[in-house]
């Protein structure tokens, strides 16, 4: 049967070979610890090298375990599943979350908040119909936490020209 | 022990302070809440509050995370009765008792059932840690830096092997924390490891981003990617018949079918499975369930509506509570992901796990023991009585407010830890990472258990090398290592080799009678 989705959302697959990339850096950056402290063959870098190589064992089991499930015909079940799933939404979110964290200390909690809240109400499709109603809740839900964090809890939260 | 007794009715005592017993109610509200709604959990709930407790004193804060996970472990089975759904995983056989005594009417009934076994589970772990404490911490004393490492082996492969049937996943998840938890300044030298050139990695990563992100965030990005669900989760209208406070209470007859027999031993089953590092409330659920039933007067009624089975299960789920606080507090070893967190508490608020704790920090320690007691006998059924009523409304919150104000408690949260915008960013980092493993099948909470057990692993290696010239064979040579790393070996035979074999048998065994005409 032919797969459902492009190469690069078969996360199945894609995410322990990006695993293979990140332990490869991993242990080529520890051939880069100081060992200038160490006696024996037990130093710093020890540990993270014997990770390294558990690692790629590990990774060649699961690579190993999801050829056979694709040789068996069982992940075709999941893979109807994850085409079903959708994945710009979670893009989206993610997209906003950093320019939130960007804007979080130049525009204040107030000002960040509120748009951050409010765009997270466009992107989970709160109450398409009333502009209105988002915007009280935006409102509400910044103003909720405002006074938890910062009157409640004393955390000195960003304001935006000292004032918000 | 009369000064630990003492000192236990201490904790008794700060209860009653108004504003302790404050946080105790609204603790044990917000975990029955986020228990309740499907989606959402205790766990969840702790994680959010790891932020906040910067700015809380460390009583209230444990007395608050006690609750929680007490209430957490409870409410999961509101919505496995009501709507089939378990608000916690460990309420799985819960969902399956008690939905088919929803479905005959009997709903409020198995809601009764489900809260007096949590209360009678509950109140047996937490009275069973209170007085195995000391006897625990007198034997962890005992045990030395090659024992320690051996232990904390176990604890990992035991983590891992939980998880039947992605072992090799729960590896590379295992080893994927360790990894993180080697970033920053090395346990042993002055020697920093993995900053790729940045200061800001020099003090390593903290665990609250691990935690906001892996919990929090991901399960804000795992709603917006589900295409076309439900924005509430609606109850059919008129499904549910209007219910009385009287129904919740179970008669003394089916009190008296079931047996106070099994309430006793599935909570003891719970309280030591609670100990095993990984293990968790669902297995705690399962094996009380199995036990009950091969031990029923009525097996025939499992599955199709047994209170007995309610009573195990929940028993057992809540008993564990307690069992899980053991290897946290003496080792720093988390029996399950919820005191993963509350560990993340002790240490931010400057506790360190070991033997001694309750020794030296027992003021601070016996109100958390004691809020676990009062959240099983006192707060479990009078918030059923108070709120049962209202238990069903809970599942219709709309989502999207609700996972609006999780991203924003989770973020702010983050950038409480240091004041820093680094940590939001660290933060929504393991949020994408956590979303990926969840969506590839990955256990997220033992990518935590690995980060926090990653140091200790090193560290008790190393120092058990360099204490004997770095001669390995002291791990075989020494009895308390020798110990664990036995039960390590035990435990990898009876969940891996052997239903493995049994598996190979069974299906050898199906083709061999195909083959037979």
Known sequence: ?164 | MSDYLAGILGGFVALADPVILAYLVIGFLVGAFFAAVPGLTAVLAIALLLPVTYSLDIVPALVMCAAIFMSGMYAGSVTATTINIPGAPSSMMTAIEGNSLMRRGEGANALGHAALGSMIGGGIGALLLILVAPVTADIALLIRTPGKFSLVLFALVVIVIAQRDAIAKGTVAALLGIMFATVGVDVMQPVARFTFGTELLVEGINMMPIIIGAFAVSEVLVQASMRGASRTVDLEAGAIPRIRRRDFLPTRAEIREIGWWTYLKSAVIGYFIGVLPGAGGSMAAFVAYAEAMRKSRRPQLFGKGSREGIAAAESANNSMCGGAYVPMLMFGIPGDPTTAVILGVLTISGLQPGPRLIETQLPLIAPMFAALLVSAIVLIPLTLFLFGPYFLKIVSIRRAPLYSCIAVVALVGAYVATYSTFQMALALFFGVLAFFMRRAGYPTVTLLLGFILGPDLEQYFRRGLSLNHNDPTIFVTSPDSLFFLGLTVFFFYFMVIRPSRQLNADEADGTNRQQTP
């Not at chain 1, 492009?6 to 695993?19: A, S, V, Y």
């Not at chain 1, 080529?28 to 100081?34: D, L, P, Q, V």
């Not at chain 1, 935006?138 to 009157?151: H, K, Q, R, S, V």
């Open chain 1, 1 to 164: 049967m032919p797969s459902l989705r492009p190469w690069w959302r078969d996360i199945e697959l894609i995410f322990p070979l990006c695993l293979f990339v990140v332990t490869s850096i991993y242990l080529a950056a520890s051939f880069e610890i100081s060992t200038a402290f160490d006696s024996g063959f037990v130093n710093s870098a020890f540990v993270p090298r014997v990770v390294a190589a558990v690692m790629y064992v590990a990774l060649v089991f699961v690579l190993r375990d999801v050829w056979r499930r694709r040789r068996s015909g069982a992940a075709e079940a999941a893979e109807a599943e994850a085409a079903g799933a959708d994945w710009t939404g979670p893009a989206k979110i993610v997209a906003l979350t950093a320019l939130y964290i960007v804007a979080f200390r130049p525009l204040g909690y107030v000002i960040s908040t509120l748009l951050y809240v409010y765009a997270l109400f466009y992107l989970l499709g709160f109450d398409e119909k009333s502009l209105l109603k988002r915007v009280v809740y935006a409102i509400a839900i910044t103003a909720i936490f405002y006074i938890l964090f910062d009157a409640i809890f004393n955390v000195r939260l960003p304001k935006a020209g000292g004032i918000l």
